[in-house]
């Protein structure tokens, strides 16, 4: 992992750092210091419905690591990026750039409860990574960055108001790609289902080791079509011995898709 710095201050505060995703296939700019993309970041994307020419829409999207891992997969989509940070969005376009995709990707800042810059009822997927971490139920970071990503109280969004945003801005029959905590299941479930919004749900458990419970959910819901729910199989992602499972490693090194 090689580093850069922006800005020096004596917290490093503002430092940013260089890493990468995909076994190479993706560089990112991130701050040091806050949220940084993870496993979920791949999963989320490798979870995404692709054809040549969708639009997909990154809801809360920070520096663009999910996006710009779905355009590894499919450089042949429009992608557009939703961050209530300033500077994470500033990330995200140099990202872009960094990885060819500058051409591809549009970002904007702003708040997803008052947004009106991005078209409704156009995109053929969002994704979403909401905040795990229910208002009242923890203790927020002092850090600002880190809480906004981790808690619905900094935010100011609470996961039904993400779930309202994704109906607005997908068309009928959309795809909205949500990852969350595997215990707040019911919580996705019920705020998908409200006022009939998403069906045809599918769960994908997400399981660290083999006898472990699930801490991790990927939930695919289309706008306004209608199945019974389907739990999927899921995924182990690490062997006995901690190494990555071939499941696994196929997504996180080799780009290649969920079968949801």
Request: hydrophobic share 40%; with cysteine.
């Amino acid at each position: 992992m090689k580093t850069r710095n922006m800005k020096k201050t004596n917290d490093n505060s503002n430092e940013v750092i260089e890493t990468t995703l995909l076994r190479g296939r993706v560089r990112l700019l991130q701050p040091r210091i806050g949220f940084h993309a993870s496993l979920d970041t791949v999963f989320l994307a490798a979870a995404a419905p692709l054809k040549n020419n969708f639009n997909v829409l990154d809801v809360g999207c920070g520096v663009g690591s999910a996006g710009l891992c779905v355009l590894a997969r499919n450089p042949h989509i429009h992608l557009v990026g939703l961050d209530i940070q300033r500077e994470l969005i500033d990330l995200a376009h140099q990202n872009a750039a960094l990885n060819g995709f500058g051409e591809h990707c549009h970002f904007f800042r702003g708040d997803l409860k008052t947004e009106k810059a991005i078209p409704e009822n156009y995109f053929n997927a969002v994704l979403m990574n909401p905040p795990y971490q229910e208002a009242g139920t923890h203790t927020p970071s002092p850090r600002q960055n880190k809480a906004i990503s981790h808690g619905e109280e900094a935010s100011g969004a609470r996961l039904l108001d993400w779930i309202k945003y994704a109906h607005r801005k997908l068309k009928n029959g959309g795809s909205l790609v949500m990852i969350h905590r595997a215990d707040r299941l019911d919580d996705v479930v019920v705020a998908l289902e409200h006022r009939r919004w998403f069906g045809s749900l599918e769960v994908y458990p997400l399981w660290s080791k083999a006898g472990d419970d699930a801490k991790r959910i990927i939930v695919r819901a289309r706008k306004e079509r209608y199945a019974p729910l389907v739990l999927k199989a899921g995924l182990v992602i690490h062997e006995k011995n901690g190494q990555y499972t071939d499941g696994a490693q196929r997504i996180l090194s080799a780009a290649e898709a969920i079968d949801m």
